[in-house]
């Protein structure tokens, strides 16, 4: 039985798209909330060990027995260039730009707080705007994570905000993850359309 929304010859039914910063110095930081994101779900579908592909970390498989076929991916090649990972693997995985589904931080949203939907403004996020040119549109799917806004406008203390780490409980922000993750798992499954 097809699978709905699928593409006939695509490898995998949806890309799954973690946005952080590589390296050690940016990790449990607020702009790396999609790659622990990724990893929690390569756990949970027990996925294999990511590999460098398309200049990323990339990993396939299914969700369950019988499940979706997934690709998850996460950029290694800063934020403000993911684009340049997310396009070539769209396109190796010919996968419907709908079917693309990117996990990020929302300074726009506050902490905790996780929205679902399709294409939208890209509100001054450079991952976002690098994904719009690498994949020529920015009508894919998301699942925008709150993590809150700093008291200030100046582009120079948000972006410290967005690039420094957590100042919530650890508890907090695991279950911030944890809730992001069954969100997208529930994405994946069809119990939620974003819109």
Do not use: C
């Amino acid at each position: 039985m097809p699978i709905p929304g699928r593409r006939r010859g695509a490898p995998v039914d949806w890309l799954l798209v973690g946005l952080g910063n590589p390296g050690a110095e940016y990790a449990g930081t607020r702009h790396n909330v999609g790659f622990e994101i990724a990893k929690t779900l390569i756990e949970r579908w027990s996925l294999s060990k990511p590999k460098a592909k398309y200049r990323g970390l990339l990993t396939e498989g299914r969700t369950r027995p019988g499940g979706p076929r997934v690709a998850v991916l996460m950029p290694q090649t800063y934020m403000n260039d993911a684009g340049d990972s997310v396009g070539p693997a769209r396109g190796a995985l010919k996968v419907p730009l709908e079917r693309v589904l990117v996990l990020h931080d929302e300074i726009d949203l506050p902490f905790g707080e996780i929205r679902v939907r399709i294409g939208g403004g890209l509100a001054g996020h450079n991952g976002l705007k690098s994904l719009k040119r690498g994949l020529g549109s920015s009508d894919f799917a998301r699942v925008r994570v709150g993590v809150g806004r700093p008291a200030t406008t100046d582009p120079e203390r948000v972006s410290a905000y967005v690039l420094g780490r957590f100042r919530e409980p650890k508890e907090d922000v695991a279950a911030l993850v944890s809730q992001a993750t069954d969100i997208t798992e529930r994405v994946v499954g069809e119990e939620i359309t974003p819109t």
